[in-house]
């Protein structure tokens, strides 16, 4: 007896400890999924010439900051059309302006926005909440700027690749933009916590590629394949799952962060592209 409970204790003291880090995990879990920068973020006027602030109303109630930036020329290939940006899971919308200042050169107006919790936004982000706050956006535009739903590009950035895909199985746009987007979330987190058991714990899923099966619109996929945050395979694996016509887009080296995907040539390009084919 004495013998066994000498090797019991060490046993017991090994799951007690993995207890409190699964339970450790399950609590602080979206401090490990969203890095929002809460600073409020300047007036539109004073980043973007001629963009103009509005406030999106969710359906909790909620008063999001956003940007309405307006095309910078007369004539271009997204003349009439109007992107609707999902941010990643990081910053604020002060960050996307080389992005909605490059989109608007081409003719393009741009819709930038804050999730909860976000550039000064209250709240705090969850897979839910996400949805809420992207249908906000997706009805300021169609109800009260009175875009045509045709005429609405949804374009997402990484974690926002799953947000407006979801939103497009509800809503479907002219054309769907996905930078960087992964299979789901826990796929992406069996990356980089190979020993975390994330499909038990994970309560956010966002689940690109399922639902990306769903939206039958012209699609474009891009990535660096450089990306140490989402690997490319995965990427490609969203593409391949589209119901849609898809193009990809593969920029050589670009990791998840560099400028090339933000707003560089071959990202604006493929925008730009996609529209060019539904004309």
Known sequence: ??????????????????????????????????????????????????????????????????????????????????????????GNRSYRVPLAAALAAEGFAVLLFDYRGYGGNPGSPSEAGLARDVRAAYRHLTEFARVP?????????????????ELATEHPPAALVLRSPFVDLPSLARVHYPFVPAGLLLRDRYSTAAHIGRVAVPTAVVFGTGDTTVPPEQSRTV??????????????????????????????AAVVQIIRGRS
């Open 149 to 165: 739903p045709d005429r609405v590009v949804l374009y997402g950035e990484s974690l926002g690749s799953a947000v407006v895909t």
């Open 1 to 90: 007896m004495g013998r066994a409970w000498v090797v019991v204790r060490p046993a017991l003291a090994v799951l007690v400890v993995l207890a409190l880090l699964l339970a450790i995990g399950w609590l602080m879990q979206r401090r490990l999924i969203y890095f929002p920068d809460r600073s409020a973020v300047p007036r539109a006027a004073a980043v973007l010439p001629q963009a103009h602030d509005v406030t999106l109303e969710t359906s909790d109630r909620l008063r999001l900051g956003a940007w309405l930036v307006p095309p910078s020329a007369p004539v271009g290939p997204g003349g009439g059309y109007t992107v609707l940006v999902a941010n990643g899971n990081a």
């Open 239 to 268: 593409a391949a799952k589209a119901a849609g016509p898809v193009t990809v887009t593969a920029i050589p080296g670009a990791d998840h962060n560099d400028r090339a995907l933000l707003d560089g040539p071959e990202l604006i």
